[in-house]
């Protein structure tokens, strides 16, 4: 079995338990900083490691909601997972949450799954092999102009008084999930997706390889790419866009100096 073939069958497993998890009732609480966990999201990082590292036990494991293990450092391959990606939407009943699991080697993901239980989306990579949505070729939008263009983001940051060049008139949306985001942008449903916020690893390393491999750009926002399996896994921002859209959007956001935690 390949390493596609065994993320798209732990991400359909995952996907299948939070979804029954979440119709039996969750325990909920939060974790340190505030942030909402459940039962769900620790049941399905269960499994997602048993059935992975079970099959992979020499690939290293980077999970939000396991405690980490430095000796990941040192494997050759990694595993690095959120298995419920937009918690938030998941609790309130939103379709909006995702399993998120990527393979990564030498800093960069090499195959990743992105798994929308609810909207029976699959979103899906190899590097060099392009990306799929449902099994059909997926391609970034064609859009020229950041004006009317579909936005995932914060509409109060793009509405700031304090920008140096206002930003024009967009249709701004939100989705909880980061790494469903990143789909989006890839698969053409939207143009481009900024946060000027640290996101973790986990949110980013399979949506990378996912929007990279559909012709989309994903970067911080300053432009530079990201790595993956580092000993911190938090970066500081991402800017996604087809590739038109990006360069236009970094001119407006690369002075930003963010203060990473």
């Not at 325990?27 to 769900?40: E, F, H, I, L, R």
């Amino acid at each position: 079995m390949t390493d596609l073939d065994l993320i798209l069958e732990a991400a359909r497993e995952a996907g299948a338990l939070a979804v029954s998890a979440r119709e039996k009732g969750l325990k909920v609480w939060s974790k340190d900083g505030g942030s909402p966990v459940t039962d769900a999201d620790l049941a399905v990082d269960a499994l997602l490691k048993a059935k992975l590292t079970g099959a992979r036990p020499s690939y290293g494991w980077l999970s939000e909601e396991t405690a980490d293990d430095p000796s990941r450092l040192a494997t050759k391959r990694q595993f690095v997972v959120d298995p419920i990606d937009g918690t938030a939407a998941y609790l309130k009943g939103k379709p909006w949450f995702s399993v998120s699991i990527a393979v990564v080697e030498n800093g960069r993901p090499i195959a990743g799954v992105v798994l929308a239980p609810a909207l029976d989306e699959t979103y899906a990579a190899t590097l060099g092999g392009g990306a799929t949505l449902n099994g059909e070729p997926i391609t970034p939008s064609a859009t020229l102009d950041l004006e009317d263009s579909a936005m995932l983001g914060d509409a109060r940051m793009f509405a700031y008084p304090g920008w140096p060049t206002p930003w024009p008139v967009m249709r701004v949306e939100s989705r909880n999930s980061i790494a469903y985001r990143i789909c989006l942008v890839a698969s053409g449903d939207f143009d481009a997706a900024i946060a000027l916020s640290p996101k973790n690893e986990w949110d980013l390393a399979a949506g990378d390889l996912i929007c990279n491999e559909a012709g989309a750009v994903l970067t911080d926002h300053k432009g530079r790419g990201f790595t993956y399996n580092r000993p911190n896994p938090l970066l500081p921002s991402l800017v996604c866009a087809n590739r038109a859209l990006a360069p236009l959007i970094l001119s407006r956001v690369g002075h930003i100096d963010l203060q990473q935690r």
